[in-house]
């Protein structure tokens, strides 16, 4: 095995164990704060996604 797939999986496991708390410490630090800053541009993307893809159900029925 090499060190590579060692390191993914005491990774995963990380993010896996609930004691570490890992996926909260990766979310809190990376994806929140991203998230916070581009929330009205995700918004508005999702709803200009909604739409067209609800006039692309529109156009082929």
């Keep these: 095995m ?3 797939s ?3 999986v005491v990774f995963f ?7 570490t708390r890992g996926t909260m410490y990766i979310y809190e630090t990376f994806f929140q ?4 800053s581009h929330e009205t541009e995700i918004d ?3 709803l200009e996604l ?4 609800g006039d692309m159900i529109f156009l082929y029925y």
């Design 13 to 19: 496991l990380y993010l896996w164990y609930p004691k």
């Design 50 to 53: 909604k739409v067209r893809a």
């Design 33 to 36: 704060p991203y998230v916070a």
């Design 2 to 4: 090499s060190m590579y």
């Design 44 to 46: 508005h993307n999702l």
């Design 6 to 8: 060692k390191a993914k």
